[in-house]
């Protein structure tokens, strides 16, 4: 298994581009399940979560032409998917174990298919991953849904011998902890196929939600409201290809925002979705961050100029679906506030066991006291580099931003997590000035400089 190895202390300057977001990237491929026809996405980035959803989608009779771009600058590859809906519906434990995002190719592929068996995701390092609320809003569609051992199994029934069709229906999509951004997906994706009318109450409102309802609106879906908490489709018979370029992934500004914020660096990102960031940058500001950015261009797609004064401050915060405060961000903004002049509060309200990395942090020295979904961060002078162990994608890149803050050596074991959801990190670090390598269990790279 890969770690990084960090000496802290560097400022980071320069330029980066943000590559297409992961998040919005896996329900668009799986909506390439609800088509006979090609659908081309530009702005792909060279994940593993990609390539699991790649394996995947060949598994399930889908021809893929995957071209990825070397250039590290570069928004991201281009990836071609043509989905043979004859063919296999099963997606299996050993692919759907690796990832449990792929659970959003059950709506698609029931819709297209009438029928679609997939395993059950397991949880995963942040908690339970439940999805009752996908199930509930395809059953109000009119699935038949059944479990065989560790598998969903759904499908349409017949009509008079004949294949079914899913039903237009008005469902509330809300759960205990609010909306669920990959229920919506599913359950959005499957109405586009069903004949009449569906309105979802308490949909997600996340940017990943617009970009995928744009994306099977080029391919002829009728949907409103995208981007609000009720969505209205209008079924269609059937469904186009399509050419789409992906939203950038505002994870990944938002974390390299904190990577500028964490160093006192002064770091420009292009293609940045600074429009999908107010919940974030609203947060930095308030801790002392500046940003530069022209609101003439694409609020979705400018160039953000983020620098930071002579201390960070600290702030409260609490999670909350979009267009609240991003879960995926509360551990890399955790990382910055663990250096603040005073104490700061941070509530996690959508998965209250994501603190896996404050066990991690405190290794380091940051003085964290967590009370159920709230830990309070009394900020230190420094950090010190030690042994860390990645245990999440949002950890890691936590416990990545604090080395290269820390004083000394930090080595992150089990980056594997880490390159589920950044591209190529260290290299792209190193380009604005880290002291960071990645070091295989194999053959250790000389260090840089
Ligand atoms: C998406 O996961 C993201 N993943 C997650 O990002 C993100 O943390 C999460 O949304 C919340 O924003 C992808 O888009 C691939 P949810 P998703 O359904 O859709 C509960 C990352 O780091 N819930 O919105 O699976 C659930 O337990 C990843 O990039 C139910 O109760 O999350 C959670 O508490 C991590 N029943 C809350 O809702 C359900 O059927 C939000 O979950 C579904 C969810």
């Given at each position: 298994?890969?770690?990084?190895?960090?000496?802290?202390?560097?400022?980071?300057?320069?330029?980066?581009?943000?590559?297409?977001?992961?998040?919005?990237?896996?329900?668009?491929?799986?909506?390439?399940?609800?088509?006979?026809?090609?659908?081309?996405?530009?702005?792909?980035?060279?994940?593993a979560d990609i390539g699991n959803m790649r394996r995947l989608l060949d598994n399930l009779s889908c021809?893929?032409?995957?071209?990825?771009?070397?250039?590290?600058?570069?928004?991201?590859?281009?990836?071609?998917?043509?989905?043979?809906?004859?063919?296999?519906?099963?997606?299996?434990?050993?692919?759907?174990?690796?990832?449990?995002?792929?659970?959003?190719?059950?709506?698609?592929?029931?819709?297209?298919?009438?029928?679609?068996?997939?395993?059950?995701?397991?949880?995963?390092?942040?908690?339970?991953?439940?999805?009752?609320?996908?199930?509930?809003?395809?059953?109000?569609?009119?699935?038949?849904?059944?479990?065989?051992?560790?598998?969903?199994?759904?499908?349409?029934?017949?009509?008079?011998?004949?294949?079914?069709?899913?039903?237009?229906?008005?469902?509330?999509?809300?759960?205990?902890?609010?909306?669920?951004?990959?229920?919506?997906?599913?359950?959005?994706?499957?109405?586009?196929?069903?004949?009449?009318?569906?309105?979802?109450?308490?949909?997600?409102?996340?940017?990943?939600?617009?970009?995928?309802?744009?994306?099977?609106?080029?391919?002829?879906?009728?949907?409103?409201?995208?981007?609000?908490?009720?969505?209205?489709?209008?079924?269609?018979?059937?469904?186009?290809?399509?050419?789409?370029?992906?939203?950038?992934?505002?994870?990944?500004?938002?974390?390299?925002?904190?990577?500028?914020?964490?160093?006192?660096?002064?770091?420009?990102?292009?293609?940045?979705?600074?429009?999908?960031?107010?919940?974030?940058?609203?947060?930095?500001?308030?801790?002392?961050?500046?940003?530069?950015?022209?609101?003439?261009?694409?609020?979705?797609?400018?160039?953000?100029?983020?620098?930071?004064?002579?201390?960070?401050?600290?702030?409260?915060?609490?999670?909350?679906?979009?267009?609240?405060?991003?879960?995926?961000?509360?551990?890399?903004?955790?990382?910055?506030?663990?250096?603040?002049?005073?104490?700061?509060?941070?509530?996690?309200?959508?998965?209250?066991?994501?603190?896996?990395?404050?066990?991690?942090?405190?290794?380091?020295?940051?003085?964290?006291?967590?009370?159920?979904?709230?830990?309070?961060?009394?900020?230190?002078?420094?950090?010190?580099?030690?042994?860390?162990?990645?245990?999440?994608?949002?950890?890691?890149?936590?416990?990545?931003?604090?080395?290269?803050?820390?004083?000394?050596?930090?080595?992150?074991?089990?980056?594997?997590?880490?390159?589920?959801?950044?591209?190529?990190?260290?290299?792209?670090?190193?380009?604005?000035?880290?002291?960071?390598?990645?070091?295989?269990?194999?053959?250790?790279?000389?260090?840089?400089?």
């Amino acid at each position: 298994m890969d770690r990084f190895e960090i000496h802290g202390g560097n400022r980071l300057e320069g330029k980066l581009t943000i590559k297409g977001s992961k998040n919005a990237t896996l329900p668009l491929m799986a909506a390439a399940l609800l088509t006979d026809e090609p659908v081309i996405l530009r702005h792909v980035p060279d994940l593993a979560d990609i390539g699991n959803m790649r394996r995947l989608l060949d598994n399930l009779s889908c021809l893929l032409d995957w071209q990825p771009l070397e250039d590290l600058n570069s928004a991201g590859g281009t990836l071609r998917i043509h989905a043979d809906p004859a063919g296999n519906s099963h997606a299996h434990y050993d692919i759907v174990r690796t990832m449990r995002a792929s659970i959003c190719v059950l709506g698609p592929m029931l819709a297209r298919r009438g029928k679609a068996r997939v395993s059950l995701p397991g949880g995963c390092a942040i908690g339970e991953r439940p999805v009752d609320l996908h199930l509930h809003g395809l059953k109000a569609l009119g699935a038949e849904i059944t479990r065989d051992g560790g598998d969903i199994i759904a499908s349409i029934p017949d009509v008079a011998g004949r294949p079914g069709r899913l039903k237009g229906a008005r469902i509330f999509l809300g759960g205990p902890f609010g909306s669920t951004v990959l229920g919506t997906a599913n359950v959005m994706s499957a109405a586009c196929l069903a004949e009449g009318t569906t309105i979802i109450e308490c949909a997600a409102c996340e940017p990943e939600i617009v970009d995928l309802a744009k994306m099977l609106t080029a391919m002829g879906a009728r949907i409103t409201g995208a981007g609000s908490p009720r969505l209205t489709i209008e079924g269609v018979r059937q469904l186009s290809g399509c050419d789409h370029t992906i939203l950038p992934d505002r994870i990944e500004a938002g974390t390299y925002m904190c990577a500028a914020a964490i160093t006192g660096g002064d770091l420009t990102l292009d293609n940045c979705p600074v429009d999908a960031l107010m919940a974030h940058m609203d947060r930095m500001q308030l801790m002392g961050v500046t940003f530069q950015f022209d609101g003439k261009l694409d609020p979705l797609r400018t160039s953000c100029r983020v620098t930071v004064g002579t201390r960070i401050l600290p702030t409260e915060l609490t999670t909350q679906p979009h267009p609240g405060y991003p879960t995926d961000l509360q551990a890399q903004l955790m990382a910055v506030l663990s250096l603040a002049d005073g104490t700061s509060i941070v509530t996690e309200r959508i998965f209250p066991e994501r603190f896996l990395h404050v066990a991690e942090l405190s290794r380091m020295g940051a003085q964290i006291y967590r009370t159920g979904p709230t830990a309070n961060i009394t900020g230190v002078k420094k950090l010190t580099g030690t042994q860390v162990m990645a245990s999440d994608l949002r950890a890691s890149a936590c416990l990545v931003l604090a080395g290269l803050a820390a004083e000394g050596m930090t080595t992150v074991n089990r980056v594997y997590h880490l390159d589920r959801g950044y591209e190529r990190m260290e290299e792209r670090l190193r380009t604005l000035g880290a002291r960071i390598q990645r070091v295989s269990e194999t053959v250790p790279e000389p260090l840089p400089g």
